[in-house]
């Protein structure tokens, strides 16, 4: 026997009853009573668990409730026992394998319910003529319920057929059955099928920009195309960035605000000066009321895995500063709260968003309002490109951080330009060019974060009191400098990749149209 | 995976009746869970209408690879299995005694079962043995039913002597209290005032209920049964504060 369970499907328009009927001429079966189970599927808000092929499943039949657990597509369902409560972090979870391996997919995010499946459960059982079970059948309706709705449809029907361990003459015998009946085994999963019903799965949460725009496009339909985008994105993410639970809300959440700061400051000469200065006002100002909830949120999540590596003692030594940055944090994060849920707020976005969605051309025209944006773009990509080689090449072992930092808002700038204007570019090429800067990037984003934790250590020392973790604190102001210096050590080579001739020939290729051709 | 074995030097303790239930219980929660019969009498397999008997006998079993997992049957109840007793089980001493290091054998020939099963329980035959010791060193709990009388408080002043001085782990002793009967000034006196040398035990106990008896006639748990009863209900609220001492610790 190389399988022990068989699937079938069972055609919907058919009753049960007189399957059952032809099976208790065959065999001596128990009935049991119909029972009904929910099966609710968890998942992040952008699917982790699904694309990673990794299942969170809670059944629930009104008596007790399981959770299973399968952790890759090739790895088995697991029941997850000693839970009280599907857990909305794996931090939340007791340390252990079912912790690091739902971490390892979904990192920082948050569960929720996604999919609920009902089953309804006609349980069979074959006996012998001891009346002792040999083969268990399941004969199930499944219906998708979206969740929180009371309506349901039906997915369809399956009979579930499993072999009892030592009995499998009797398991032989029922599959021979199964097979005169010509039934189609089944392959799919329920949760495939409820998704492909599910009509919240047809507005994807999504925080790419995903953006398509014709060449010849005026630059001003363009621009408004590519803030409407952002603003979706920051709109998706609002709720869960106000709830603050899952931090990659709040992060995303920035991130549109930022690059909605960018495109309107640096696709210049398209909207008139004013409406530009109002609302890039408006989101820097949003930007610098968050800068504290991200900051307090990555430091935190950072002190974790470095106090993993202390001994217990020493642990419970950094429990003033991690206070410290929760407090903070959540300071910030009321002031985010109180900010979003305004009236003013609300207006504001509402103003930005009639603003984008109207399709009346700008009167007067701007300098670059009429422009096709593909020119536009060209012009402003090659621009700051040359700014980035011109201030890295400035660049020495002796130069100040500062000089730094200017050269990490440049890169900055010229990565959110090429993701705007994307795909007016041959995909394989571009991406190319944008890795080539991720790699210079990284290096300065970590040189940049390495300065931001230890400001945050420094403000710890000169507000805090308690000497033990000061002493901590100190001890990792050190380390923390040890690796900005190794970062800086490594700026050179990363610059120096980045502004290869075979890069600048690329970048020439791709942004410099030349008048002959 | 969790071994839970259920011992006692004496019969007629409840030790069956204590495997069946709570390894019907574990199953309900979802956990894959084994009982293994290795008492030779059988009554483990019999209160799961399974023939109490192993191709090749217990030495088979202890010698080969595989031999464990075929002779593995299922119950009548979904992720329940049974490995059944044998008639050869009450040579086990000398089976065991054929390998080298008897104490760990029992551990590695349940090693490969890790992957299966969540939880494996083990319903031991009243002796003490070699085959008691290897017991002794595979099991995560040892969960010894006591008749609250004078008597069988005194085993149990035995046992835990004999693993102090074999060196065995006595964090993992467990007694509680079986088969009680409160119309008996005695067991009452005892429940009530447990002796000094018994200062970690369960606080679930099981009484002296007919349903327990009836198993034998209905050939089933009590869970399966008799479900409302006071016995099920006891067996219920100890699964309930075992689960919370292997995963609450
Ligand atoms: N709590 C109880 N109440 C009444 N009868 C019981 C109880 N526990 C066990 N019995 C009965 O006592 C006898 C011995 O129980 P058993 O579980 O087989 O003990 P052991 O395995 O320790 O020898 C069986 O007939 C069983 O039905
Ligand atoms: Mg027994």
Not at chain 1, 31 to 38: D, G, K, L, T, W
Not at chain 1, 327 to 341: E, I, P, S, W
Not at chain 2, 75 to 87: I, K, Q
Not at chain 2, 93 to 100: A, E, G, H
Request: glycine share 4%; with cysteine; net charge positive.
């Amino acid at each position: 026997m190389a399988n022990n369970q068989l699937d079938f499907v069972f055609p919907d328009k058919q009753g049960f009853a007189e399957l059952i009927h032809s099976l208790r001429h065959g065999f001596s079966i128990r009935q049991s009573p119909a029972a009904v189970y929910y099966r609710t599927f968890y998942d992040t808000v952008d699917w982790l668990l699904r694309t990673a092929g990794s299942a969170l499943e809670l059944h629930d039949d009104g008596q007790s409730q399981k959770l299973y657990w399968r952790a890759n597509k090739d790895a088995p369902l697991r029941i997850q026992l000693g839970l009280k409560q599907v857990p909305q972090l794996a931090k939340q979870l007791p340390a252990g394998e079912f912790r690091q391996q739902l971490a390892s997919v979904i990192s920082v995010r948050e569960l929720n319910p996604r999919i609920q499946i009902k089953v309804k459960r006609i349980p069979l059982a074959v006996l012998n003529k001891n009346e002792k079970v040999v083969v268990r059948i399941n004969l199930d309706e499944n219906w998708f319920y979206p969740v929180k709705t009371r309506a349901g449809m039906l997915l369809g029907k399956r009979i579930c057929v499993k072999a009892v361990k030592g009995y499998d003459e009797a398991f032989d015998q029922v599959e021979a059955f199964f097979h005169e009946m010509d039934l189609r085994p089944s392959q799919d999963n329920m949760m495939k099928l409820a998704l492909a019903e599910s009509k919240s799965s047809t507005i994807e949460y999504s925080t790419k920009l995903k953006l398509l725009l014709d060449p010849e496009m005026p630059a001003e339909e363009a621009l408004k195309a590519i803030l409407l985008r952002l603003l979706e994105i920051m709109e998706q993410n609002t709720a869960g960035a106000i709830k603050g639970t899952d931090i990659e809300f709040m992060h995303d959440y920035r991130v549109s605000i930022r690059k909605t700061r960018s495109a309107l400051t640096l696709i210049k000469r398209v909207f008139p000066k004013k409406t530009v200065k109002k609302y890039s006002k408006f989101f820097s100002g949003l930007g610098k009321l968050t800068n504290p909830v991200r900051d307090m949120d990555v430091f935190l999540l950072k002190l974790e895995s470095y106090a993993e590596k202390l001994g217990k003692s020493k642990q419970e030594q950094l429990q003033p500063l991690r206070q410290y940055l929760q407090d903070n944090r959540d300071k910030a994060q009321q002031a985010y709260v109180d900010t979003v849920t305004s009236a003013e707020y609300r207006q504001v976005l509402k103003g930005w968003r009639d603003y984008l969605e109207s399709t009346d051309p700008i009167e007067p025209p701007q300098k670059n309002s009429r422009k096709p944006v593909s020119q536009l773009a060209n012009e402003l990509i090659w621009s700051t490109y040359q700014v980035a080689l011109k201030e890295g090449n400035a660049i020495t072992d002796e130069t100040e951080a500062e000089a730094l930092h200017e050269l990490r808002k440049t890169c900055k700038k010229l990565r959110y330009l090429m993701e705007f204007f994307q795909s007016l570019y041959p995909a394989k090429k571009i991406l190319e060019l944008i890795n080539a800067l991720k790699g210079l990037q990284d290096n300065l984003g970590d040189f940049n974060d390495y300065h931001v934790h230890m400001d945050i250590l420094k403000g710890f020392n000169e507000a805090g009191t308690d000497e033990a973790a000061i002493k901590v604190s100190t001890k990792m102001i050190s380390r923390l400098d040890k690796k900005q210096h190794a970062t800086r050590n490594s700026f050179a080579e990363r610059f120096r990749a980045f502004s290869s001739q075979e890069n600048q020939n690329e970048f020439r290729e791709l942004f410099v149209v030349s008048n002959d051709g | 995976m969790k071994i839970i074995a259920i011992y006692n030097i004496k019969g007629g303790v409840g030790k069956t009746a204590s495997a069946v239930n709570l390894s019907y219980l574990a199953s309900l929660d979802g956990a894959r869970t084994l009982i293994w019969d290795l008492d030779p009498q059988g009554a483990a397999s019999y209160y799961f209408r399974i023939k109490a008997k192993v191709k090749g006998g217990g030495q088979k079993l202890v010698e080969g690879h595989n031999e464990l997992d075929a002779a593995i049957k299922g119950t009548d109840y979904e992720n329940l299995d049974l490995l059944p007793a044998d008639f050869s089980y009450r040579n086990m001493d000398l089976i065991l005694d054929n390998v080298k290091k008897p104490t760990k054998r029992l551990n590695r020939l349940l090693e490969p079962l890790a992957e299966e099963y969540d939880f494996i329980f083990l319903d031991c035959p009243p002796s003490i043995s070699s085959a008691s010791e290897s017991v002794f060193a595979a099991a995560d709990m040892l969960l010894i039913p006591t008749i609250p009388t004078t008597l069988s408080l005194r085993t149990y002043k035995q046992i835990l002597k004999f693993f102090k001085q074999q060196k065995y782990d006595a964090m993992k002793i467990l007694p509680f209290f079986a088969m009680v009967d409160r119309r008996k000034q005695l067991h009452r006196l005892i429940v009530d005032n447990p002796p000094s040398f018994m200062p970690v035990k369960l606080d679930s106990s099981i009484p002296y209920a007919s349903e327990i008896e009836r198993m034998g006639v209905n050939r089933a748990p009590v869970g399966d049964f008799a479900a409302n009863s006071r016995a099920a209900q006891c067996y219920k609220s100890m699964w309930e504060e075992l689960k919370s001492l292997m995963f609450e610790a």
